[in-house]
Structures are given as structure tokens and as C-alpha cells.
């Protein structure tokens, strides 16, 4: 065991019990009413299992070990000591903001933290003495309520007992430690996850809020230079309104109006499917103007509502091609070992040589630093699509994300199936709380 070992636990905020030099994880234990954040953990042979048990059966699960204190007595205990008053909201606030700043000044604030989104229920089985009477202070449909991704179980000791472990062979002992040491060996991984993915949306946001800061700037050099841009002819041709959904049709003439008053534009459009409805009419016509459509679907050069398109037929990349994106977006320098090539060359085929796989793939890597033919093994054995292991795969993917609204819209599709109205999913719980008309239960859909 590395780690150090401290006993000086402070009756409010937080103590490290036992630290690690190479801590990836912070497991943080919180006492509940009446609690101490020493007395709580002890059993009556002194045996502070935080400190003195946890740390060796974590083993190679690296972790730092912390105790929060705080004020949880709902009655005075002592002459002069005053019962706390805030709502446990209130409890809760104050410990992520102390949470937040210890983390801050011993640097670990990138460090995953514990029971963040993993709960373990437990009761007593043992009844407590009540002055003469004995009861079960929480009984196990109190203790343990129904609900998602929870494990359940029962502690052989009493109320007060059940969070002190007199040794390793103590009843609930061993179950609390496997359960935990699962947790921080694999909350590495999930909060990597969790923090590259708010990286990318702080990243986002910024990049967002610059472009809105520019905009009126640009527009005023725009208009200061060339007078009245196309965009003002266009919103001033079709009058329209745009805080209205019947303004989208009127964009749609607006827009169309416009392209076919005036030549020598082109206009792309990506992603087209030919069997979507009226599609022709969001179509322009006019001399001197070109289109192009991309499209995976068969192309339809027959089709006068489409001006009988030309065929471009865009093929595969060679493979000397896919390899040389693949190394080239990864980051790697040339030139490139016989290894490099061949971990490509199999990468690449089985990917049937698509450039957008081989961009996500490369910049997967290029981010994780993950080997190549580490890669190359785990995309081969990749589950695949329509096996239920492929579902299990996305689901966890989305956990680890915290993608809870993609996560619900998936059990919803799973369990009414794939024919819901998209107006019924779209409008959710907000419009059943606007029109009061009909009772609902989430359960554990977070909608």
C-alpha cells in the first residue's frame, strides 16, 4: 500500500483519509442525519474502515479516500450545540462548492468521482433497541425504492451498525468493497468520456458566442459596403415572419422566388432523399444556374421533376488513398513503418475504404492516443448492428456521455417501437404540464 494514511478528520468539510500518489479517482463517503464523519465509519473496536480496510482491498485501484462532515443533527446533542436548519438542498450546495475548492487546491479536479451515477442500496436486517423496543429504523421498501440501475442488498447488523465494519469478514463488508473497486477502476474511462465531450461543447459555445458577437459588426461593414445584401432582398420580398411556423412554407416561396429571379448561382444540396415528399418543390428552375445533389440512394436520371440530373458515380478510395488519409489525419509522420501501412491497409478495408468512417476513426485516435492495432482488434470484434449487443454498446456509449435525452428517446423507441408520431416525441413533457389535461408518469425517463 503507497498511499498515506491520515486520522485527523475534521468535523466539517472534507478530510483525506488515505491518499495515493497516483490517484485517478476520489471516492467521497458522506454520513447521513445525525452523522459524524468519523464516528459514522467506526466500529465499536475502533476500526475506521475508510482508512484502515478500504485502502488495502482496493488493491490496484488507484484512489484517493475522502470524509465530509457537515452539520446533519436534526436535535441538540450537547448543552450549547445548535440542530441544523437547512433543507437538504441547502447540504447539497455546500458540498459541491467544497467539494469543488479542495479539489481545486490539491489539483484533482479532473478526477471522477465516486457514486456519481452508481447506487448501491442497502438496509438493515438487524432491529434496533428503542428504549425497551425493538424496530427497524428503515425498513428494506423504505430503504431500497424501484428504481433503474440500482443493486439492492441487505447488511446483517443493525441501522447504526450497518456502515461500520469491524474487519473484512464483516456482514456487508466485502460486497460494499468489490462493488467500489469496480467503480474506480472503470470511472477512469466513463469520466474521460464525460469531460472531452463538455470540452468539445465549451469549445463549441465559445466558438458560437464569438460568431453572434461578430455578426452585427459584419453585417455593418456588409451593408456599409455593398448596400442592400441579397438576405434583406430576400426577407423583404417575402414579408416574412419568422417567429411563426407558417413562415417556414412562405421561406420556401420566398427562397425559391428569389433563386429563380436571378442566375449564375449554384446550390447544393446534401443528404438528398428522392423519395421525400414534394421534393420538386423546394426545387428551382431558372437559365444560367446550376444544382447538385449528393445523395447514397440511387440516382434518378430519368426524373424530368428533377431536370434529368447527371450521373457523377463517386467511388470508393484506393486503398494506397484510404491508408494515406487515415496516417495523415492521425497525425502520424512519414515515413511510415511497414506496420503503420499494414494496421492501415485492415483498418481501412473493413471500413470498405469511406472517407467520413476513416475521418472519425483518425480522429478518434488522433484524441486518445489509442494504439493502432489496439484499434484495429476492438473495431474488427465491434458488436454489430441489429444484434442486441450492438444496443447494449450505443447505451453504454450514451451513459458514459451523460446523454440522457438521447438516452430516453432510445427506451422510448424501445419499448412503443419505431412507429411513434415524431410530433408526440417532439413535444414531450412540457406540453402535458402546459395543458394540465393529462396525468403522466416519467418513471425513469428524465424527459
Known amino acids: 500500500m503507497r498511499g498515506s494514511i491520515n486520522k485527523q ?17 476520489d471516492i467521497v463517503l458522506v454520513h447521513g442525519l445525525n452523522g459524524d464523519p468519523q464516528k459514522t465509519w467506526t466500529a465499536k473496536n475502533g476500526t475506521f474502515w475508510p482508512a484502515d480496510l478500504l ?14 462532515g457537515y452539520n446533519a443533527d436534526v436535535y441538540s446533542k450537547k448543552h450549547g450545540s445548535n440542530p441544523s436548519d437547512n433543507f437538504i438542498y441547502l447540504h447539497a450546495q455546500t458540498l459541491v462548492t467544497s467539494l469543488t475548492h479542495y479539489r481545486k487546491d490539491e489539483q484533482t479536479s479532473h478526477n471522477p468521482i465516486i457514486w456519481r451515477f452508481k447506487i448501491l442500496m442497502a438496509h438493515e436486517n438487524h432491529k434496533t433497541d428503542i428504549k425497551g423496543a425493538k424496530m427497524l429504523i428503515v425498513d428494506s ?61 465549451r469549445l463549441a459555445r465559445a466558438k458560437h458566442e464569438i ?49 429563380n429571379s436571378t442566375s449564375n448561382w449554384l446550390l447544393v444540396l446534401d443528404g438528398i ?9 423546394y426545387i428551382p428552375f431558372t437559365k444560367d444556374s446550376s444544382m447538385i445533389f449528393t445523395s447514397t440512394e440511387q440516382t434518378v436520371a430519368e426524373a424530368y421533376q428533377f431536370d434529368y440530373p447527371q450521373i457523377i458515380a463517386l467511388d470508393s478510395l484506393a486503398k494506397e488513398e484510404a491508408q ?21 491497409a485492415e483498418l481501412v ?43 447494449h454498446e450505443v447505451r453504454i456509449q450514451l451513459q458514459n456521455r451523460g446523454a440522457v435525452v438521447a438516452l430516453n428517446l432510445m427506451y422510448m423507441l424501445s419499448f412503443f417501437g419505431q412507429h411513434i408520431p415524431v410530433e408526440m416525441v417532439a413535444l414531450g413533457k412540457a406540453y402535458l404540464l402546459e395543458s394540465r389535461q393529462c396525468p403522466f408518469r416519467t418513471s425513469d425517463l428524465q424527459i
Open 324 to 344: 494515406e488519409l487515415l496516417l495523415d489525419e492521425m497525425g502520424k509522420k512519414k515515413p511510415w513503418t511497414r506496420d503503420d501501412l499494414s494496421q492501415a
Open 55 to 68: 485502502p488495502a482491498s482496493l488493491r490496484d485501484a488507484k484512489a484517493n479516500i475522502l470524509v465530509y
Open 273 to 281: 432523399h428522392f423519395d421525400f415528399p414534394d421534393l420538386q418543390y
Open 9 to 25: 478528520i475534521s468535523r466539517y468539510e472534507f478530510t483525506a483519509v488515505y491518499t495515493h500518489p497516483e490517484a485517478k479517482v
Open 211 to 259: 460568431e453572434e458577437r461578430m455578426k452585427p459588426w459584419i453585417q455593418s461593414q456588409q451593408i456599409a459596403r455593398h448596400g442592400h445584401e441579397s438576405s434583406t432582398e430576400l426577407s423583404d420580398a417575402g414579408d416574412l415572419d419568422r417567429d411563426e411556423e407558417r413562415g417556414t412554407r412562405r421561406m420556401v416561396v420566398a427562397v425559391r422566388a428569389w433563386l
Open 349 to 391: 478495408e473493413s471500413m470498405d475504404r469511406l472517407p467520413l468512417m476513416i475521418h472519425v476513426a483518425a480522429q478518434h485516435l488522433r484524441a486518445t492516443r489509442e494504439p493502432l492495432a489496439k484499434y484495429v482488434r476492438s473495431f474488427k470484434n465491434r458488436p454489430r448492428v441489429g444484434n442486441l449487443p450492438a444496443y
Open 141 to 201: 421498501s423504505s430503504a431500497g425504492p424501484q428504481l433503474p440501475g440500482v443493486t439492492y442488498y441487505a447488511i446483517e447488523a443493525t441501522h447504526s451498525g450497518m456502515c461500520k465494519f469491524e474487519s473484512r469478514n464483516a456482514p456487508g463488508y466485502r460486497t460494499v468493497m468489490i462493488l467500489i473497486r469496480e467503480w474506480v477502476l472503470d470511472a477512469a474511462d466513463v469520466i474521460a468520456t464525460r469531460w472531452r465531450v463538455e470540452d468539445e461543447e
